[in-house]
């Protein structure tokens, strides 16, 4: 048992009123229903039912918090910790005794084996390969060729991390199977948090044979990557290192399941938040053709007849701006949750021991409250006169607190030299067959986008 699951009561958190219900929930599914037809909107509105609402998934209760400040008040507490329907259907890729899942001691030594490969002094050393890939990333296209985004920023997002952080090269094929499989997997797990029919997923149904089959091959190639690793006997100064030699509170190496575990926690959320973001750009490149060209103009300017390099990122201030509109709009992790390890507070009402709760950052990045013209995408909304009137907690793509992502200036510095790259050589078209809706899973992003490749 953890310190976390003992921790007394406060003690007025019992005279707090419980949080309103929202409205319209069905029997048996409760709310589950509306998740999967319309969850983006469905979590929108909910800020109309109050700062805190309950909702019912399944036989389940679960309390949405809809206000930024609340954001801050979850993540900080420590009455709070991971777990919930979000990390319950994710277990079965990030396994127990990764970094994402654990809490307490663990997850603390956890991030201390992981936090030297993000440090701020490191990260200019994965510059290089951050703009090697950029620029092949760029040079890869045709003048006039019809692009698949999911395949291409897949591909882009596991050989930067790959290179970067595991030393691997020739990613390609892993990258291929990685792109296919967590596209099954993100999208059942998500089924299965929205609507938790256990024992419905264990039927042999072809949809449940898929799924289970998509699970196999993301185990396999973390097995793959650490089996090869140790063959090689080489010992380079890298996070997969990191995690090899890493010992638990006792100063015994750390066993085989957390390492596969730890391995999986990094290379599949990483993978799949970055592809995921990388397509939301490129629609944006798409559909912004003034902002598109702004970022071209600073890529030329910044860079001028050399690719745009780590150092430059912070002469990219246009480009950037650019990444985190995208982000707030479209915030690859729409949606977490957290559960009460005891009775607790928040926003002025009771929340019970053991309660599962959940917030979604898109929601509370679309907020009218926190932004005026909330659904326009507007990059200058981010130059520093304008920010400063931003309420707390407004805008956390990463998340906030001891769980925030760890890879927060890793991504960015990545995202935005790869967009200036790619804007400098590329317009982009949209193609007849291209599904650009944004698709709502674990994370979000464009469908099955294809756009065609116009040459600058
Ligand atoms: C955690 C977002 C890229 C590894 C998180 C969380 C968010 C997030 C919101 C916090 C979850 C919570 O509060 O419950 C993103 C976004 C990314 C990105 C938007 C890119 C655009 C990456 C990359 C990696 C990574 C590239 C690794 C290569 C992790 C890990 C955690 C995490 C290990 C768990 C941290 C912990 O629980 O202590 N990420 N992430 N992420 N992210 Fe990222």
């Known amino acids: 048992m953890t310190v976390e699951s003992v921790r007394p009561a406060s003690p007025h958190a019992r005279e707090l009123p419980d949080p309103p219900f929202a409205g319209g929930g069905v029997p048996l599914l409760g ?4 998740l999967l037809r319309d969850p983006l909107g469905y979590f929108a509105r909910l800020r109309d039912h109050g700062d805190v609402v309950r909702l019912k998934l399944g036989p389940k209760t679960v309390y949405a918090a809809t206000a930024p400040e609340l954001v801050g008040e979850l993540a900080l507490n420590p009455d709070y910790i991971i777990g919930g329907p979000l990390w319950e259907s994710l277990e079965g890729l990030l396994g127990k005794e990764g970094v994402a899942t654990a809490n307490g001691p663990t997850h603390r030594r956890q991030r ?5 490969a993000f440090r ?4 200019p050393e994965y510059g290089p390969v951050m703009t090697e890939e950029a620029q092949a990333f760029a040079r890869r296209w045709q003048p006039g060729e019809v692009i698949d985004c999911t395949s291409e920023s897949f591909r882009i997002a596991v050989r930067i991390a790959a290179r970067c952080l595991l030393r691997g090269d020739y990613m390609d094929e892993r990258a291929e199977r990685l792109c296919a499989a967590l596209a099954t997997v993100f999208l059942g797990m998500y089924r299965r948090m929205v609507i938790p029919a256990g024992p419905l997923y264990r039927l042999p149904l072809p949809a449940n044979l898929t799924f289970n089959r998509a699970l196999a091959d993301m185990h396999l190639v973390v097995d793959e990557i650490v ?6 006997g080489q010992k380079p100064d890298d ?28 290379v599949t959320p990483g993978a799949e938040t970055v592809a995921s973001t990388i397509m939301s750009l490129l629609q944006v490149l798409a559909e912004q053709p003034e ?8 890529a030329e300017s910044v860079g001028g007849d050399r690719a745009v390099a780590f150092a430059d990122v912070r002469k990219l201030a246009h480009t950037n701006n650019v990444v985190v509109e995208t982000m707030r709009l479209q915030p690859p992790v729409w949606i977490l949750t957290r559960r009460a390890v005891a009775e607790t507070e928040l926003g002025g009402y009771r929340i019970p021991a053991g309660a599962d709760l959940v917030y979604s950052p ?7 409250r926190s932004y005026e013209r909330n659904t326009e995408f507007d990059p200058d909304r981010w130059l520093p006169e304008r920010v400063k009137d931003l309420p707390k907690y407004a805008m956390t793509p990463f998340g906030v607190g001891n769980r925030k992502c760890p890879s927060d200036h890793f991504s960015m510095a990545m995202l935005t030299i790869l967009t200036a790259e790619v804007a400098r050589k590329w317009r982009f078209e949209r193609v ?5 809706a944004v698709r709502v899973g674990i994370t979000l992003h464009p469908d099955r986008m294809l756009l065609r490749a116009i040459p600058r």
Request: no cysteine; aromatic share 2%.
């Open 362 to 368: 898109y929601a509370i990045q679309r907020d009218p």
């Open 112 to 116: 201390r084996t992981i936090q030297p």
């Open 227 to 232: 089996a090869e690793r140790r063959a090689s």
């Open 120 to 123: 701020l002094d490191v990260l």
């Open 31 to 34: 709310h589950g229903w509306q």
């Open 239 to 266: 996070l997969l290192t990191a995690l090899l030699t890493a010992k638990n509170e006792n100063g015994d190496p750390i066993g085989e399941q957390e390492i596969h575990d730890q391995v999986i926690a990094i």
């Open 432 to 436: 007849p067959g291209s599904r650009d």
């Open 291 to 298: 902002h598109a060209d702004k970022v071209a103009e600073e």
